[in-house]
């Protein structure tokens, strides 16, 4: 438990959202070149018993969150898919095989994303409404991506990050979820969460920023996120996020540094996070949880950039 919780007055009126990007070790964007997708059905698969310590630290704290699930996992383990999505969770997409959707072509990505909506909702037996993207890949050079969505009966994504960052981002980009109307239909746009300090956003709620940054940088912005600005934040977690144990692959020094930093404090700072905050569903927060219903008063903005 955290020795220096945030006051409960001055955030106990938001309700952040917290997801989980389901995953194993060896499907993280760092290791493409070194653990080929025709290697992952060889790989010790850790992503059951990781995703069910973190089922067990939601029920724990009482907190329902969104899963990002690959369809790949969702293929492997259905079971897994069923227990999440029955013991309260919303269960959503991060597309089949975590390809970058820059480096797919739009055919490619729709039958990606296609074959992980299906898959997911037959192993959970309910409608999928999210979707997220491997790495945050919804760039500049992606943004056909949301009309292929919209088509694909998506009713929001994830997977836009207004910020800096040498492999995504798009640091114009609306910092509080959005509508993007297209004459296809629309989707809700759920930016990743920043703060804005000066002339940058800075993230400030999940993945490695959250597990090698202090954790007090973390508790600082999303309490200034929700005391100054009344907006939730959306946080970030994977299942080998709380894995020290997990099977040591070769990358890059700074693949290296970005993966298994903090691994052994990362379930601690959890613990923290779910003491100082409020948590639930990205569904709820958007209040999209059927086709026909669609969300309450969306916030419709004159985007920055064009496709
Ligand atoms: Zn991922």
């Known amino acids: 438990m955290s020795t220096e919780s945030v006051p409960a007055a001055t955030n106990a009126r938001v309700i952040n959202a917290m997801t989980v990007d389901v995953e194993d070790y060896f499907h993280v964007s760092v290791f493409d070149g070194i653990v080929p997708r025709s290697r992952w059905a060889d790989m010790e698969s850790r992503v059951c018993a990781n995703t069910e310590r973190l089922l067990d630290i939601?029920?724990?704290?009482?907190?329902?969150?969104?899963?990002?699930?690959l369809g790949w996992v969702a293929e492997r383990h259905p079971g897994l898919v069923r227990d999440i999505a029955q013991r309260g969770h919303e269960i959503a997409s991060h597309g089949y095989a975590h390809r970058l959707i820059y480096d797919q072509t739009p055919a490619a990505f729709r039958d990606?994303?296609?074959?992980?909506?299906?898959?997911?909702?037959?192993?959970?037996?309910?409608?999928?409404?999210?979707?997220?993207?491997?790495?945050?890949?919804?760039?500049?050079?992606?943004?056909?991506?949301?009309d292929v969505l919209i088509e694909e009966g998506y009713r929001y994504d994830a997977s836009i990050f207004p910020i800096r960052h040498d492999r995504y981002g798009i640091p114009v980009s609306p910092r509080e979820p959005f509508s993007i109307d297209?004459?296809?239909?629309?989707?809700?746009?759920?930016?990743?969460?920043t703060v804005r300090?000066?002339?940058?956003n800075l993230p400030i709620a999940?993945?490695?920023?959250?597990?090698?940054?202090?954790?007090?940088?973390?508790r600082w912005g999303i309490a200034r996120l929700n005391a100054v600005e009344h907006q939730a934040a959306v946080f970030y977690i994977h299942p080998w996020e709380i894995d020290p144990e997990q099977p040591r692959l070769q990358a890059g020094w700074l693949g290296r540094?970005?993966?298994?930093?903090?691994?052994?404090?990362?379930?601690?700072?959890?613990?923290a996070l779910l003491t100082d905050f409020r948590?639930?569903?990205?569904?709820?927060?958007?209040?999209?949880?059927?086709?026909?219903?669609?969300?309450?008063?969306?916030?419709t903005l004159a985007l920055p950039y064009q496709w």
């Open 58 to 69: 939601f029920d724990e704290f009482k907190v329902r969150s969104t899963f990002f699930m």
């Open 112 to 146: 990606d994303v296609r074959r992980a909506k299906q898959l997911l909702e037959d192993a959970a037996g309910c409608f999928v409404a999210g979707f997220r993207a491997p790495s945050y890949s919804v760039t500049p050079r992606s943004l056909w991506a949301l």
């Open 182 to 193: 297209r004459s296809g239909g629309s989707l809700m746009e759920v930016p990743g969460s």
């Open 197 to 200: 300090l000066g002339p940058l």
């Open 206 to 218: 999940g993945g490695g920023y959250f597990r090698i940054l202090p954790y007090a940088w973390t």
């Open 257 to 271: 540094f970005r993966h298994y930093r903090n691994l052994d404090k990362t379930e601690d700072r959890l613990r």
């Open 279 to 299: 948590f639930g569903t990205v569904a709820a927060l958007l209040r999209v949880c059927e086709p026909a219903a669609p969300p309450e008063q969306p916030l």
